[in-house]
Nanobody, 120 residues
């Protein structure tokens, strides 16, 4: 019902910045009534929430990125963004855009992922 396509990953030095974008398409009703977010998975680790944002703009962040990353959402463009500043090597991971229903604890729609690599 919903398709998510990420872009903007790449290689950056520690202390640098990257901006990830995710374009959503599909069922408009589903997009309006759900939470868009960014998750990441590093090699050998479980996938974890980075940040998510409700339709009205309420944002939630993982403690490890608070103050460095900013999530935003453009409901007209059906897009969600993740501005990542002061990047650290431990931020290296595949970053996924995802959509979840407000009553669910885990997303049920995922993008294909984009690699972010931070060199020391």
């Amino acid at each position: 019902q919903v398709q998510l396509v990420e872009s903007g990953g790449g290689l950056v030095q520690a202390g640098g910045s990257l901006r990830l974008s995710c374009a959503a398409s599909g069922n408009i009703f589903v997009l309006v009534n759900n939470v868009l977010g960014w998750y990441r998975q590093a090699p050998g680790k479980q996938r974890e929430l980075v940040a998510d944002v409700t339709f009205s703009g309420g944002a939630n962040y993982a403690a490890s990125v608070l103050g460095r990353f900013t999530i935003s959402r453009d409901n007209v463009k059906r897009a969600v963004y993740l501005q990542m500043n002061s990047l650290k090597p431990e931020d290296t991971a595949v970053y996924y855009c995802a959509l979840r229903r407000p009553a669910s604890s885990w997303p049920d729609s995922w993008g294909q992922g984009t690699q972010v690599t931070v060199s020391a």
